[in-house]
């Protein structure tokens, strides 16, 4: 596993059980990572002697796109499912055939499309948090009337959790 993080926030990425952590310079007057502050890809190929990796969760979006299609090891996937940098610009499909990699932009919705299908999936996850082999960390719990808060709490890239809304 490797994972990447800004230099503010190492103290909560070290307990991830990364194998390797990529740390990045925070951006410049925000509290979240520069992308382009360290070659990624060149770390990624280092640590796994110039094969890339297997698969990548990636839930930054826009800002490392590219990165994520260079780092993918023959046929690779690359699982899209955030936007926290903006939306992932339209690419031609050719970028994945040096490769022969993959791409999937997964919702939500499409797992848990049944009542039945909802249910079982918490209940796996809440298996997995009871087992203690999924840790859910809460960072911050607000007011429903302090959303705006929270919002720009999130926006800013300051979360090192989840950030909750009590109702």
């Avoid at 190492?10 to 951006?27: G, Q, R, W």
């Avoid at 499909?93 to 022969?100: A, G, M, N, V």
């Avoid at 809440?126 to 203690?132: E, K």
């Amino acid at each position: 596993i490797i994972g990447t993080t800004s230099e503010i926030k190492v103290s909560e990425a070290a307990k991830a059980s990364c194998d390797h952590l990529i740390v990045l310079k925070t951006e410049e007057g925000k509290s979240y990572a520069n992308y382009s502050s360290v070659d990624i890809h060149e770390k990624v190929m280092e640590f796994t002697n110039g094969e890339g990796v297997k698969c990548i969760v990636d839930g930054v979006g826009k800002n490392t796109a590219e990165i994520s299609v260079q780092c993918l090891a023959r046929r690779g996937l690359w699982i899209s499912f955030g936007n926290a940098s903006g939306a992932v610009p339209p690419f031609s499909l050719l970028k994945l055939t040096p490769k022969s990699g993959y791409v999937t932009r997964p919702k939500l919705g499409d797992y848990v499309a049944t009542k039945e299908e909802l249910h079982a999936r918490a209940k796996e996850v809440f298996q997995y948090v009871a087992s203690g082999d999924l840790t859910v960390k809460v960072d911050l719990t607000l007011p429903l009337e302090d959303a705006k808060k929270g919002h720009i709490y999130l926006e800013g890239g300051q979360s090192k959790g989840k950030v909750l809304f009590k109702i």
